[in-house]
């Protein structure tokens, strides 16, 4: 869904016929301003999006912004000022907040585990595992905080999960039918497969025409073998069970890439506040 769009239909959501408490309690012309205060260190994102609520909550508000995503922030930092009809400042304040404190809540652990495999080859990937109608933006956080999309979702690269394997009657069946799809379709689209062990991953590599293999719930000891045997002819991919204690581990291997679902649906939202400058 386009950006913009998802906004409006979250302030719908939110305001529905009236900020009846703001309306109740402060009169209609009164002006004021706020200033966003952070109140944990982390990476800032969704600067933009926030000044887009506001916008479109009241396009008479003015917005400025004094840090911007990607900036590394503690508390008491001020990310902006916004200015203008004191209703509509209010009306606006916790959508804007939503939407930035999950942002660079995203942002800020993606950066933690880029940390955790810095001097190393190997990159950091998000997984479709995100909130249903906001992928965009949490994938931009992803970006924002240093790691890297994998795929934006079914449609833009071939991802052959066991599911699939199963489904098609084999490994080598699943790859056949795949590339008469794609040629049948005119698509252009890369391949990867998912293989659980080195006896699905032998398979794979005696049949060839993929991209790239993903490696699921390997150890470190086995995905070492596994990226040794895969070096030169394929992009190698580790997930599965990868976290903040062991990502250095996986990425010593010399992968190529390592996936993190946790990345954008288990993290803990940046702690930041919306308050009125007396």
């Not at 699939?164 to 084999?170: E, K, P, S, W």
């Not at 390997?218 to 190698?236: C, H, M, Q, W, Y």
């Amino acid at each position: 869904m386009d950006i913009d769009k998802i906004i409006e239909e979250a302030i719908i959501e939110d305001i529905g016929d009236g900020d009846h408490t703001s309306l109740a309690t402060i009169p209609a012309d009164k002006t004021g301003k706020a200033h966003l205060i952070i109140k944990e260190p982390g990476i800032l994102a969704g600067v933009d999006i926030a000044k887009e609520v506001f916008f479109k909550t009241d396009k008479k508000l003015k917005f400025h912004k004094l840090l911007s995503d990607g900036t590394v922030v503690k508390p008491g930092d001020i990310v902006f000022t916004v200015e203008g009809n004191s209703i509509s400042i209010l009306s606006g304040e916790r959508l804007a907040l939503n939407f930035m404190q999950r942002m660079s809540g995203i942002a800020t652990y993606t950066n933690k585990l880029v940390s955790l495999i810095d001097g190393l080859k190997t990159k950091l990937l998000d997984t479709r595992k995100t909130t249903p109608l906001l992928r965009e933006l949490e994938k931009y956080s992803v970006k924002v905080g240093g790691g890297e999309n994998h795929r934006m979702g079914l449609y833009d690269m071939i991802m052959i999960k066991d599911n699939h394997i199963d489904f098609a009657g084999g490994i080598v069946p699943a790859i056949e039918s795949t590339k008469k799809y794609l040629s049948e379709k005119k698509k252009n689209l890369k391949i990867e497969i998912e293989v659980k062990n080195l006896k699905e991953l032998e398979v794979v590599l005696n049949h060839g025409g993929i991209d790239r293999i993903m490696l699921d719930n390997f150890t470190p000891e086995e995905l070492k073998k596994a990226v040794e045997k895969i070096a030169g002819r394929f992009e190698s991919e580790a997930s599965g069970g990868i976290t903040e204690k062991t990502i250095r581990k996986y990425a010593e291997t010399g992968v190529d890439y390592i996936s993190v679902g946790a990345l954008t649906h288990h993290i803990s939202s940046l702690d930041m506040s919306l308050l009125a400058v007396k």
